[in-house]
């Protein structure tokens, strides 16, 4: 399996966050969306990241209802200097686990940060970004808001997630934003049309989540009742059968390249421009591993043309979410 021979080159987060690695890592997997994680191996996982060079995390206050930022406080315990956090908040959950709603008003949103903070173990976060679109709350409330914690020191950055191209001005008018958080992979591509377009004039960077699509393009599939991925459309019945081709249409291409589908899929992402960093969810240091090699992985324009002919736009049969989630997606109108 190839893992990176030199070191790996900075990307930045727009045209006004900081120099990171080429992938981040993302922790929702940890705390329980995919099933039982190993709480020892997720912190393990999370400092072989540091020790690759890894130095962008993500998390989100949701996730695991508190449990992931307490999973990766112990984990980066005397190593905050190594990392930059980005933290989403906003997700409203009840004690059911249900998801109730979202709510990015200032006062809230000022909120969850001192719990964030408490939680993390420290005194300030790299990016942070509201996690929906609160249709109750213009945008530039809530990101003036968070440039108030800029200004205090609370916060280092301002982020979005998975808005669309209104929104996106309406944010930078009122303070520069880092990045965007959007899924983007192989099989969603519709960020390309009208969203990356808009990012690349303002200046803004991309930070892809789901370049795997939560593992359709490693032959993955959903291990239990407690994955949440049984209830989503790219995984049930016909659409899972359809999807299965053309994973192994990516696989036959990885193949000649004597690599994994996750490292092509992932080497696919890094090769659309250099504004995109790639968030890989590895829960485990195998899977961290993998990941990396993808590094190592030189496409030329003729295999990016290979591998989107193979896994064109639109192959992947269904909706990234099921149907009313994606009526909330403001990234999607």
Not at 169 to 190: G, M
Not at 276 to 303: C, M, N, Y
Request: net charge neutral.
């Amino acid at each position: 399996m190839p893992a990176p021979s030199q070191p790996a080159r900075s990307r930045s987060l727009g045209a006004t966050g900081p120099a990171v690695f080429p992938l981040a890592l993302g922790c929702m997997g940890m705390s329980g969306m995919y099933g039982p994680a190993d709480e020892q191996e997720s912190i393990a996982t999370i400092q072989a990241a540091l020790d690759a060079g890894v130095n962008l995390i993500d998390t989100g206050d949701f996730y695991g209802f508190g449990h992931n930022e307490l999973l990766l406080g112990r984990a980066l315990r005397g190593r905050r200097d190594r990392v930059f956090l980005s933290v989403k908040f906003g997700a409203l959950r009840g004690p059911d686990g249900a998801w109730t709603g979202v709510d990015t008003r200032p006062v809230a949103l000022k909120n969850f940060l001192a719990y964030t903070l408490v939680r993390l173990g420290v005194d300030h976060v790299d990016v942070y970004r509201p996690a929906r679109l609160d249709p109750a709350v213009p945008i530039e409330e809530t990101v003036g808001a968070i440039a108030e914690l800029v200004k205090a020191g609370y916060v280092r950055h301002v982020g979005l997630s998975e808005v669309g191209p209104e929104t996106i001005r309406r944010a930078h008018a009122v303070h520069p934003i880092a990045d965007l958080q959007i899924e983007y992979s192989l099989a969603s591509r519709s960020p390309e049309a009208k969203i990356f377009p808009v990012l690349a004039e303002l200046g803004v960077g991309v930070t892809a989540y789901g370049v795997l699509s939560r593992g359709l393009l490693s032959g993955s599939r959903p291990k239990g009742p407690g994955d949440f991925r049984a209830f989503l459309p790219r995984f049930q019945g016909d659409a899972a059968s359809a999807n299965a081709q053309a994973v192994e249409r990516l696989r036959a291409l990885a193949a000649e390249k004597g690599i994994t589908p996750s490292q092509l899929a992932i080497a696919w992402a890094l090769a659309k421009g250099e504004r995109i960093v790639p968030v890989v969810g590895a829960r485990t240091r195998a899977q961290l591993q993998e990941s990396l090699g993808a590094l190592s992985v030189t496409l030329s324009p003729a295999d990016v043309a290979r591998i989107e002919e193979a896994v064109p736009a639109g192959a992947i049969v269904g909706p990234r979410y099921p149907s009313e989630q994606m009526a909330h997606l403001d990234s999607e109108r």
